[in-house]
């Protein structure tokens, strides 16, 4: 169902939309008085922190807002969740929004966790009956057991952020709202999350994630928007919308040549693309690398992390070839490595990719984090990184 | 709920939008705050609970501490303005007439002062969540109102204590003095909620300026004390006139007609109070729909000044 029906109703109209914010130096009467008319122009600053922007959404999507910091994806979030007025244009919705962003910021400390719950669930247009309904299953998401008529100051900072997610979460949106959420908590609530996700995109929730990880953007949504200064520069396809992102950010950055790395993709055995596999199936990481020709000797290298940043393992033609330095006339070139039945236990796994200078030595001539995702999927419930195959014998001494 | 049966709920549903200055469905943005504001009356009663809740959770009094206030004043006034520097001469019951005063007083300070602070105080809830920004004002004012009906049990029962129930019809006009009140509060809790989000020093002016607001409305004296003093005086008509028709006075004085009975034959009450009242309250519509305004231009910026 993630795939969108073309009959699919439309949720959001954003139509010739922009934002401009002013920003004040002074904030105090006296600065205002003192400097009012001419001088107090002086002490601000307008600047437009989205421009244009139109967008469609159609119920049922999953969609990614990417770009660099300050390029006004919060913002934008936040004036689709009504929490901003739009400067010029309009922003329309309907059905339901929840917003998962700054959770738990409307937790009164004093109050205890089911007046919390209560209240909160109120401000998002849950009626009270309503909010009785699904109370047991706000309470068993944020797993809070009898903390819950406990004042909500005593939680520990994990409880209050599980209690604020499970009540956005349990009002039944039609459209769900999430900014950088999906950090927080240990690795058993991240999963409740992503499989709460997974269910919402099964019933036709609408869902717009904000985030700088773009694997995981890549894992969960089929239509990316990026922005660049307030700007929609990219309306589409997840894999063009995060290239075009790394283009921008090279292209920001200090050492524009080195846009090396074209593509990254994780392949089956067989060669075809491929996001899930079963553990002990080959892997296949293949790269595409550009303007070569200019690289004296180098060599490629990739290293695959778990969903918390731990190393699951790496490698390189360097260490596979004993220690050869390419060195190529050719620009373009294709490097694949087939990883043989990696003993990954369940989780989802992020491919970082770099290549290697021999001059200056181990300097990187282009790095692509994140570059391409995958996920391994058993009816296991293993612990930790790898898979083991283990028995165990009880005897009486 | 499956994604078909969403879909149709969601094509029959109208689109609500926003645009610069508030909602897109209707062109009077009044009301359509004003239907928002009723379709969250739930969350509003929960806003108002959660602060009367919370201010003294963790105190073992709890609640008695709101009277402690007022009751304190109350003391004060009688045994320093009224014994010490004899105000309780000229005015039989002072205690009755003091505390009707200062709780008529106590309302429109909670709603003014409360208002003012109340969209800084939600700043986490008006960063987060998408309801119409007057839900928290007006929690402010909700509150002050229960906080004022508590004092109005504590009057009737000092009233039966002195002997001195309000058994005329002159309780009626406890109305108009409660409805002037809280009009004028109201507008001022929106005008100034919204404008301290953008000059934060408001708040502590408001403080001065209710200081001031108190002694310059028959609280501690009676309004024939001022009268007496300013007929002489040059212009002293005119001041009088400016004095009398402070809405606060005016709804002071209304609410000291209905429950102070013992001025009922010795008080003065200025000529045509309700014609005063009625007056008043007519310019406080017009500053209620101005504050209101002000509020809906502004409130489109809360999010990103808090």
Redesign the interface.
């Known amino acids: 169902m993630s795939e969108t029906l073309p009959r699919a109703p439309e949720v959001l109209r954003i139509s010739d939309m922009s934002k401009r914010f002013v920003l004040r130096k002074d904030n105090s009467l006296k600065e205002r008085i003192v400097g009012f008319g001419r001088v107090g122009r002086r002490h601000r600053e307008d600047f437009w922190v989205l421009r244009d922007v139109n967008i469609t959404i159609r119920a049922g999507e999953t969609i990614g807002l990417i770009g660099h910091n300050g390029s006004g994806k919060s913002t934008l979030l936040k004036l689709i969740g009504g929490i901003l007025d739009p400067t010029k244009g309009k922003v329309e919705h309907r059905g339901r929004i929840a917003a998962l962003l700054e959770l738990g910021a409307g937790f009164h400390p004093d109050l205890t966790g089911r007046e919390n719950v209560y209240l909160n669930a109120a401000l998002m247009g849950l009626s009270r009956e309503e909010t009785d309904a699904r109370f047991g299953d706000i309470t068993a998401f944020a797993d809070i057991g009898e903390f819950i008529d406990t004042q909500v100051k005593f939680y520990s900072s994990g409880m209050f952020v599980r209690l604020a997610f499970a009540v956005a979460i349990n009002t039944d949106p039609d459209i769900l709202l999430v900014d950088e959420v999906l950090a927080v908590g240990d690795e058993a609530f991240q999963r409740k999350c992503l499989d709460k996700i997974a269910e919402f995109k099964a019933q036709g929730v609408t869902i717009i994630i904000v985030s700088h990880r773009l694997a995981e953007i890549q894992g969960l949504c089929e239509r990316v928007l990026l922005l660049d200064h307030g700007q929609v520069v990219h309306d589409g396809d997840t894999r063009e919308g995060i290239r075009a992102l790394r283009n921008l950010l090279k292209a920001a950055s200090p050492n524009p040549d080195g846009d090396h790395i074209v593509d990254v993709a994780v392949l089956d055995g067989q060669g075809q693309p491929r996001a899930t596999f079963q553990p002990g199936e080959d892997v296949l990481v293949r790269i595409e690398l550009d303007r070569l020709a200019a690289l004296r000797g180098w060599y490629c290298s990739i290293q695959v992390d778990d969903a918390f940043g731990r190393i699951a393992f790496g490698t390189s033609t360097y260490e596979i070839d004993g220690g050869a330095w390419f060195g190529s006339t050719e620009d373009r070139m294709i490097v694949t490595f087939r990883i043989s039945a990696p003993a990954l236990a369940d989780g989802r796994f992020f491919v970082n990719c770099a290549i290697i200078l021999r001059e200056p030595l181990n300097m990187h001539a282009d790095d692509a984090m994140q570059a391409a995702t995958f996920e391994v999927a058993s009816d296991e419930t293993p612990r930790g990184l790898i898979r083991i195959v283990a028995s165990a014998e009880i005897e009486t001494r | 709920?499956?994604?078909?049966a969403?879909?149709a709920?969601?094509?029959a549903?109208?689109?609500?939008?926003?645009?610069?200055?508030?909602p897109?469905e209707t062109s009077i943005g009044a009301i359509g705050q004003i239907t928002a504001v009723f379709r969250?009356r739930?969350?509003l009663a929960?806003?108002i609970r959660?602060d009367l809740?919370?201010r003294y959770?963790?105190s073992t009094l709890g609640f008695l501490w709101t009277l402690a206030r007022p009751l304190t004043q109350l003391a004060i006034y009688v045994l320093v303005i009224g014994h010490f520097l004899g105000a309780a001469r000229n005015i039989p019951d002072f205690a009755i007439y003091v505390y009707t005063g200062i709780a008529a007083f106590t309302l429109f300070s909670d709603i003014v002062s409360g208002g003012t602070g109340s969209i800084i105080a939600n700043a986490?809830?008006?960063?987060?969540?998408?309801?119409p920004r007057e839900l928290y004002p007006l929690a402010s004012v909700g509150g002050a109102f229960f906080n004022y009906g508590v004092q109005l049990v504590i009057l009737i029962l000092a009233t039966l204590a002195f002997g001195a129930f309000p058994m005329s019809w002159d309780i009626l006009y406890a109305i108009p003095g409660i409805l002037i009140i809280g009009l004028y509060g109201t507008a001022l809790a929106l005008l100034l909620s919204a404008i301290t989000v953008?000059?934060?020093?408001?708040s502590y002016?408001v403080e001065v300026i209710l200081m001031v607001l108190m002694w310059l409305s028959p609280v501690l004296y009676s309004w024939s004390m001022v009268r007496d003093v300013l007929t002489p005086l040059n212009g002293g008509p005119v001041l009088i006139e400016i004095y009398t028709n402070n809405p606060l006075t005016l709804g002071v004085l209304a609410l000291q007609k209905a429950f102070w009975v013992a001025g009922a034959q010795t008080a003065e009450y200025p000529e045509h109070l309700l014609l005063r009242i009625g007056i008043a309250l007519i310019i406080g519509l017009t500053l209620l729909f101005f504050g209101h305004w002000v509020f809906r231009r502004i409130?489109?910026?809360f999010?990103?000044e808090l």
Do not use: H, S, Y
Not at chain 2, 124 to 131: F, I, P
């Open positions: 709920m499956d994604a078909e969403r879909f709920a969601l094509a549903q109208p689109f609500l939008g926003r645009r610069n200055g508030g897109t969250n739930q969350a929960l806003l959660r809740k919370a959770k963790d986490g809830l008006v960063k987060k969540v998408a309801v953008f000059l934060r020093d408001i002016l409130q489109g910026n999010a990103q």
